[in-house]
């Protein structure tokens, strides 16, 4: 028989039950079509292979000649189409329907033809996963967009068409939704409309009856068996309700549904979902409404509980059904990978809209780029996905038939092996173990109950039960068992929130979620040094998070996360505090390795770019949240960095200083942006060109000394010119105006209290004139302000004055200003009196004037002394020494003085020692939620060395003690 078959060296190489069933399906086709020997010729070589590995192919074949001749003649089984031309193909293939019987014949041949084409081409591995993929998703588009406009054309002649012009909105979801349809796959379908209404037909109906019948006629279209068979099995489960709603329904009541009634599961389901037919703008709407439902804008741990339940149940189901393998729900099968990139979706992907996708694939690379999945894994997870999918569909192309569960025959078995490159059944057995046990392990060191085991201990459940209970006395057995120091005031803070009021109004879930963390926390406070005082600020943390239970499930499902909580909590109770206004910080807590390593100032303006890279610039309300979300998150690294030791003090301020202007870079451009489009551009009409702004930082910005909580001091400046200055846009106004509403829109985004709290507040009464001045100063005005006008405590705040946003050309403008001002020649008694006067008034105003404390920032002998200082021998030396107005914070220009010989270096060093001790103690005193004041003793010689060199330079008086 074989020398007689086609391609015998094809032939030769398959196994012999493959060779049989080649045979056999070749002896049909023979039989039918013995006269074409011209076909014979033009057949590829890939014929033997592709018909002994599907029933499906070589059916089709044997029953059309003309379909394998189309195929042939038309190269579409070895070459990849363009793209558009599979629905080129569709559309053609359907436009000779005169009736229903014929349409309902050709969208089946149709559908026949291409997945023979698409089978024929992934069979002889002429095609790669992706793009079978897409071909199938393209294919099934293709074909309801086309049953859909049959089926609104029988209904014209009778109802008509909605008089608005709005038709059926057809919804994709699962793995057609994903674009990622499956050969033999049902298509989950959801059906709805845009707005009520009437048809404009002879017989006008409403259009919910209009759409109805539509949607009948399309499921009947594709999903009714005739003789050609049937195009896809239509599942509409997926809607509201499932069966027991409405096949179609109004957008209203399904935004109502799922605000209202939405189910967990249902939030999965329409990750995937897309517009796959009809009226795509009124779909791509409702999608849009839909997102938060699907998204939640915090971090919803309580996903991974959900889907182990899920899961749990699709195993239980998997159990009744046998011990057989099954690819989609065995255990590391394909609805395990789909899962846990779903979970990293429904966790963050309100947060991160990057991760809002369909695909699966892609999904997993972006979960790689974002660290949330490493390297290794994803890979695994994406080798795993490809192989599964491949053998998923390389099962189904046997008979066209929907099944997942590996065959039990020896043909069906061989096949397979084959088909995915084996050369038996063990060896595939082999290749696809080590995959879904892969996954599988993937998905239980995700979805695992982490904690679970705390819980089961014997004092676990003590303290659980007794928290449950309010028993006191229980409680404080348990406190004393896990070594609390001060038992009975843990006890009674954790009676205190049992019985607040807060538990009163909590859900179900969020009193299971909190009754399974107490313990947990109760155990990680109990390693700390002060127990029950860890433990009573954790406890404010949880009362204040309590309302959104998907924190507490955060803390249950991640131990790293809890136990870096307790920790902080314990050194801190300030960023106790930041957390307790603002949970969604917990998830920095997830990973240490950027938890305690800040970025530095380019590593944070990338990551404020990619956090605002989807906020447009006049969506105030957004781009307001995320700065002050992300001014949260980086100062909270750059606290927990300090709490812990691994920052030193110099790095902090830069830190907070670095975190500040690139906020302050975003807010201008932001603002300027809002007015310009409204405005146009300010213009330099005698330099034709567009007019600078810009922002200088005084104080602690300037100086880049900032602390936590620090105000910012800044000052606006603009360029003018000669004649008329006005912006170049629809609505022109003068330069002065538009500067003047740009300084205002900037300090309203970063004042503004929201939701998130506010970003910095700002301080411009270092402008010229102070409070009475004007907002903004033009650079001549502030020129001739800075020469003839300003105080000399003007021009030593000039001394910590930097440029930080805006235009170049101010930039530069400021910085000559400023050097001719600080380094004009100055009468040393006078700028001394001055100096002096000008300290005593502050301490006279400010300082604490208890002889048993010292405020370090405002006391004599502190911060301020040391920085009058550096600020005194700057303005009495630049005209000197001009290099000192190179530097704008105090240790710099204090190593300067004492390179120029300005200042004993041995005084420097001191100074610089006192300075950098009254910073890192003002720096912990603020984490710990107290002034920066201390008992008098404590930095005594520091104040008596300070007090010596003020003195030994500026000289005393009576106004201030030193």
């Known amino acids: ?38 076909m014979l010729a033009g057949l590829p070589d890939s014929l033997p292979l592709v018909w002994a590995l599907s029933d499906f192919v070589a059916e089709g074949c044997i029953q059309s000649q003309d379909l394998l001749r189309r195929l042939v003649d038309g190269d579409r089984l070895s070459t990849k189409g363009a793209a558009g031309h599979l629905r080129a193909r569709v559309q053609n293939a359907l436009s000779t329907a005169a009736d229903e019987t014929t349409f309902m014949r050709l969208i089946r041949q149709c559908r026949r033809e291409e997945m023979v084409r ?13 793009e079978i993929l897409d071909d199938l998703s393209e294919l099934a588009d293709s074909l309801i967009e086309s049953a859909l406009i049959y089926a609104e054309t029988a209904l014209e002649s009778r109802f008509g068409r909605p008089d608005d012009g709005q038709r059926l909105i057809v919804l994709a979801l699962g793995k057609l939704g994903g674009g990622e349809l499956n050969f033999s796959s049902d298509v989950d379908l959801i059906f709805a409309y845009a707005a009520p209404g009437e048809t404009n037909g002879r017989q006008p109906i409403e259009h919910q009856a209009y759409f109805t019948r539509l949607a009948q006629r399309l499921i009947r279209y594709l999903s009714e068996v005739t003789a050609d068979g049937q195009v896809w099995r239509v599942d509409m489960r997926l809607r509201p309700f499932g069966d027991d709603g409405p096949l179609v329904t109004h957008i209203a009541a399904m935004e109502h549904y799922y605000a209202a009634h939405g189910r967990e599961w249902e939030r999965y389901a329409w990750i995937k979902a897309r517009v796959a037919a009809g009226d795509r703008k009124a779909g791509d709407r409702l999608l849009a409404t839909l997102r938060p439902f699907v998204y939640r804008r915090y971090l919803d741990y309580g996903v991974f509980e959900s889907l182990r339940e899920m899961k749990e149940m699709i195993n239980r189901e998997a159990h009744k059904r046998g011990e057989y393998v099954d690819l989609k729900r065995s255990p590391g099968g394909i609805r395990e990978v789909e899962f846990i990139g779903q979970a990293f979706q429904l966790i963050r992907a309100g947060r991160d809209p990057g991760l809002q996708h369909r695909g699966i694939r892609e999904v997993l690379s972006r979960l790689k780029a974002r660290d949330l999945l490493p390297d290794w894994a994803e890979r695994e997870l994406q080798e795993a996905y490809a192989f599964l999918r491949q053998a998923e569909n390389r099962l189904q192309m046997q008979a066209d038939q929907q099944t997942h569960r590996l065959p039990d025959e020896p043909l069906g078995r061989l096949r397979l092996a084959r088909a995915m490159g084996c050369a038996d059944w063990p060896v595939f057995q082999a290749m696809l173990g080590e995959r879904m046990r892969g996954v599988h392990g993937h998905f239980e060191r995700i979805f695992a109950a982490p904690q679970a085991e705390v819980g089961d201990t014997s004092s676990g459940d003590q303290l659980a039960r007794a928290w449950r209970e309010g028993d006191a006395t229980g409680l404080r057995a348990g406190l004393v068992a896990v070594g609390y120091d001060d038992p009975d005031g843990a006890a009674e803070h954790l009676i ?139 100062v909270l690294k750059v606290a927990a960095a300090d709490v812990t030791g691994t920052l030193p003090l110099m790095r902090v301020s830069d830190q907070l200083t670095w975190v ?87 300090i309203h985004l970063l004042t503004t209290y929201t939701a998130a709290g506010t970003l910095y507040e700002i301080d411009t009464r270092l402008r010229p004139s102070g409070a009475s001045g004007l907002l903004v100063s033009s650079l001549d005005a502030f020129d001739l302000y800075q020469r003839s006008e300003a105080w000399v405590w003007e021009h030593q705040a000039l001394v910590r004055a930097r440029f930080i946003a805006g235009a170049e050309s101010v930039a530069a403008r400021f910085s000559a200003i400023r050097e001719e001002i600080l380094c004009r020649q100055r009468a040393g008694e006078t700028l001394r009196r001055e100096v002096r006067e000008m300290r005593a008034r502050m301490w006279q105003a400010l300082g604490s004037r208890d002889s048993a404390r010292f405020d370090l920032k405002k006391d004599p002998g502190g911060i301020a002394d040391i920085e009058f200082l550096v600020q005194y021998n700057a303005l009495l030396h630049a005209h000197a020494y001009p290099a000192l107005v190179r530097y704008t914070d105090n240790i710099r220009l204090l190593q300067a003085l004492a390179d120029m010989g300005i200042m004993d270096p041995a005084d420097a060093i001191l100074l610089t020692d006192a300075y950098k001790a009254y910073r890192d103690r003002t720096h912990a005193l603020t984490l710990q939620a107290a002034p920066a004041v201390v008992p008098a003793g404590e930095f005594a010689d520091m104040r008596m060395v300070v007090g010596r060199i003020w003195t030994a330079q500026l000289g005393n008086d009576d106004a201030t003690p030193v």
């Open 1 to 38: 028989m074989l020398p007689e078959l086609p391609f015998p060296n094809a032939v030769a190489i398959l196994p012999e039950p493959l060779q049989a069933q080649f045979a056999r399906q070749w002896a049909r086709y023979r039989e039918r079509h013995v006269s074409d020997e011209h």
């Open 118 to 130: 698409i089978a024929w081409r992934d069979l002889a591995g002429q095609a790669n996963l992706d």
């Open 496 to 634: 205190a929130l049992a019985k607040g009021s807060a538990m009163r109004t909590l859900t179900e879930t969020a009193r299971q979620r909190l009754a399974q963390l107490v313990p947990l926390l109760v155990r990680a406070a109990a390693i700390q040094d002060a127990p029950a005082q860890t433990l009573a600020r954790t406890l404010v943390l949880m009362q204040a998070m309590s309302g959104r239970s998907v924190y507490l499930a955060l803390l249950v499902e991640s131990p790293l996360a809890l136990s870096q909580l307790v920790r902080l909590c314990a050194a801190s109770p300030w960023i106790a505090e930041q957390l307790a206004r603002m949970p969604l910080l917990l998830d920095e807590l997830l990973d240490p390795r950027s938890l305690y390593a800040p970025l530095d100032r380019e590593g944070l303006a990338r990551e404020l770019a990619t956090a605002l890279i989807e906020v447009a610039d006049d969506d105030v309300e957004q781009l307001m949240d995320r700065l002050r979300q992300f001014k949260a998150a980086q």
């Open 660 to 746: 500040a202007e690139v906020i302050l870079d975003r807010v201008l451009a932001a603002a300027r942006a809002q007015l310009s489009a409204r405005y146009g551009l300010p213009w330099q009409s005698s330099e034709d060109r567009e007019a600078g702004f810009g922002v200088v930082a005084y104080g602690k910005l300037g100086g880049i000394e900032l602390g936590y909580g620090s105000d910012l001091d800044v000052v606006f400046l603009y360029e003018s010119g000669a004649g008329e200055q006005l912006t170049r846009g629809d609505k022109p106004i003068d330069n002065a105006v538009y500067f003047a509403r740009l300084a205002q829109r900037v």
